[in-house]
């Protein structure tokens, strides 16, 4: 669409979220979109990727960068996550940091920043889950300030929850009010910049964060083997996709297929629902478990899963 068809007073505005894994960046997202786009779970390292998610408040269009939380690990896997975390900050107009208000934040708040060579650009710090806290009985204000003075593109701070929703309406006021006129990225409602075949994958993984325990979660990648669409009418579209769970040991394929394959039937039917309910329509749904050792140090593996490398990474990898 041409700038000049779009609406002389669409506003748009970019911003970044941003934190340390588990502070609750993805809830905070589907929060304000209304729905469960981007996948969550209680286990920390969810999210690999970072991508748009746009919703749009009257003529403001808001596209939340999501991002993988910052960490420290020397696994090609997790390192090529916190660049994809740097990079999602990159180019946007405001960057959201959030802090979980039942951590100790301020070490929190050092330990993610450590993560930055460049000073971060103009931020907000929104403070999460106050639905587990007694806010009356914290000083905010006083962590704020702190937090502050070691990053003074800081502008401001709220206090939100996910949850139950406290402030969040002040929040998305916020937002809107510091929109600049522009044109929107995705004016005809497109919701993201990755594909169905992203949201695939990602669902049958948030499964699989789901069911499965220890390290598990951590040493499985999804990928997709093959993704139809089948039009047979435009009103009821249908997707026909086989996607494989690659696991690093022949021992977890076993758990992951489950006693009479129940494991995977569950994940299968899981993801099956909320990949119908974004297709809008009817879904086939093949997965397979495949042994793909140390896939999380393989270039390619981590290329087909959409982490390309970055400046820290291993010089030389294991060819598949
Ligand atoms: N009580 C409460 N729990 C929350 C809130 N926000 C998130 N959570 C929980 O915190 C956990 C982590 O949430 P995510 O949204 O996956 O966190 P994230 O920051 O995206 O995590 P990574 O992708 O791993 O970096 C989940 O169990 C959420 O249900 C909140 O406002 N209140
Ligand atoms: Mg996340």
Not at 73 to 99: H, P, T, Y
Not at 220 to 248: C, F, G, M, Q, R
Not at 273 to 284: L, N, T
Request: hydrophobic residues 40%.
């Amino acid at each position: 669409m041409l700038i000049e068809d779009q609406h002389p007073l669409n506003k748009s505005i970019m911003i970044s979220v941003l934190g340390k894994p588990n502070v609750g960046k993805s809830s905070f997202i589907n929060h304000l979109l209304g729905f469960d786009l981007t996948i969550v779970s209680n286990k920390p390292q969810t999210t690999r990727n970072h991508f748009h998610c746009a919703f749009t408040i009257d003529r403001t269009e808001v596209v939340l960068v999501d991002t993988p939380g910052v960490h420290s690990n020397a696994q090609e896997l997790n390192k090529r996550m916190v660049g994809q975390a740097k990079m999602g900050s990159e180019g946007v107009d405001l960057n959201f940091i959030l802090i979980d208000l039942t951590t100790n934040m301020v070490a929190e708040f050092k330990d993610f920043l450590k993560n930055f060579d460049a000073p971060l650009t103009r931020s907000w710090v929104i403070f999460t889950k106050a639905d587990l806290v007694k806010l009356d009985e914290m000083n905010v204000e006083a962590v704020f300030n702190e937090i502050k003075s070691l990053s003074p593109s800081i502008e401001k701070y709220f206090v939100i929850s996910s949850k139950d929703g406290h402030n969040i309406h002040e929040l998305t006021g916020a937002i809107a009010d510091t929109a600049e006129s522009g044109p929107h990225l995705y004016p005809h409602g497109d919701v993201s910049n990755k594909n169905m075949r992203f949201f695939a994958t990602e669902y049958i993984r948030e499964q699989a964060f789901r069911l499965l325990k220890e390290e598990l979660p951590y040493e499985i990648a999804v990928v997709i083997d093959e993704y139809k669409d089948i039009v047979k009418k435009e009103t009821d579209p249908e997707a026909h996709i086989s996607a494989s769970i690659l696991v690093n040991r022949p021992s977890q394929r076993a758990i992951v297929v489950g006693k009479g394959g129940m494991v995977i039937k569950e994940i299968g039917q899981n993801a099956r629902k909320k990949i119908e309910a974004m297709v809008g329509g009817k879904v086939h749904l093949n997965l397979h478990v495949k042994v793909s050792p140390k896939w999380f140090n393989n270039n390619w593996v981590l290329d087909e899963i959409g982490l390309p490398r970055t400046q820290n990474s291993a010089r030389v990898w294991r060819k598949k």
